[in-house]
Nanobody, 116 residues
């Protein structure tokens, strides 16, 4: 079964930076899109950023200019560099991978807490 393991979450002050990593393993079909979603307390899960296998990226308006997604296809790993963090970025961040036949996989999430 596919596994996605996130790392890099933690507590940071507003204005600070964090880098999240997500490594995929046991992947049967090739991965097309990898990305990050987040869920704040009491809110629905929302898209943060995605990166296709060909390198096309998409960002939520709220993180444009502050977050950067990158990917290592050979390692099935995706990263999220988060700069200028704000209190409203506090959430559980989930890694997502979608394979070539449209199946979605999720990590268990990593908590990012931004103190103001």
């Amino acid at each position: 079964q596919v596994q996605l393991v996130e790392s890099g979450g933690g507590l940071v002050q507003a204005g600070g930076s964090l880098t999240l990593s997500c490594a995929g393993s046991r992947i049967t079909f090739s991965i097309n899109t990898m990305g990050w979603y987040r869920q704040a307390p009491g809110k629905q899960r929302e898209l943060v950023a995605t990166n296709t296998k060909r390198g096309m990226t998409n960002y939520a308006d709220s993180v444009k200019g502050r977050f950067t997604i990158s990917r290592d296809n050979a390692k099935n790993t995706v990263y999220l560099q988060m700069n200028s963090l704000k209190a409203e970025d506090t959430a559980v961040y989930y890694c997502n991978a979608r394979n070539s036949i449209g199946m979605d996989y999720w990590g268990k999430g990593t908590l990012v807490t931004v103190s103001s």
